[in-house]
């Protein structure tokens, strides 16, 4: 065990090559640092003891130790279990470990080959995962993430969102400033949008529970495209789809009132079906 006084909020890299990491961020003035082999293994006991764990003014590093032309070791899994104080900074490059976060912290950085991801609470966050899952509690700030074939699973962000993944589904509840969200082949579903959206998926659908104002733009290649409109927002529309149906329930109405809120709505489709309903 690696214990570090550390008064106020810190600044965390860790690079690990196999296993799984947790951070738990709570009101302490210590960082603690505990490296435990997973599978009880030699080699995994000997790459821990090899592994840097030191303070660096405000800065805590943990770094394996890599292999000749610079990458990591393969073949031993270590598990990483890290508290440290609320609001903290953390940087985590991994090759194929899973990553868990307790607590909230402030701006996260998250780099992995295979791992899954889970974050509690962040102010803002940057993730590039290759075949991992990511679940995101919520965040105070913007997020930008990038998935090859990746699930993505986002609660509340208060800022803005980038977010692309190559195969994987989106599920977002509610995005506060613009969204740009792609997916390949995966669905993609928001229920709550604060500001313009920008949504494409290749053969998936694209579902936007509520929208409220601002620009809409939402393309498919063969999926269907579903968008509710707030009551009292009125919409305009331009919609286009080579061989999908197209229906609407919303009424036909005048030019809207002096303050009422619009939003402009822009879709395409290939093959895909579009549905226009009030939420």
Known sequence: MHSFHTP???QLRVELWEGTISVVADETDTTTVELTPEKGDDSAQDLIDRTTVEQRGNEVVVLMPKAKGGLFRRGTS???VIHLPV???IHVETASADVDTRGPLADVHVSTGSG???????TALKARLGSGDLRLGAARGSVDIKGGSSDLVIGDV???ATILTGSGDVLLDHVGGRLTVKSGSGDVVLKHAGEDVNAMAGSG???LKRVEHGRVRAKTGSGDIAIGVAQG?????DIFTVSGDFHSSLDSAGPPSNGEPTVEIDVKSGSGDVVLQRA
């Open 158 to 160: 208060a800022g803005a």
């Open 8 to 10: 106020g909020p810190v």
């Open 233 to 237: 927002t009125a919409a305009y529309l």
């Open 116 to 122: 899954d991801v889970s974050l509690d609470l962040t």
């Open 78 to 80: 270590v598990r990483a």
């Open 205 to 207: 659908d694209l579902v």
């Open 87 to 89: 609001d903290s900074d």
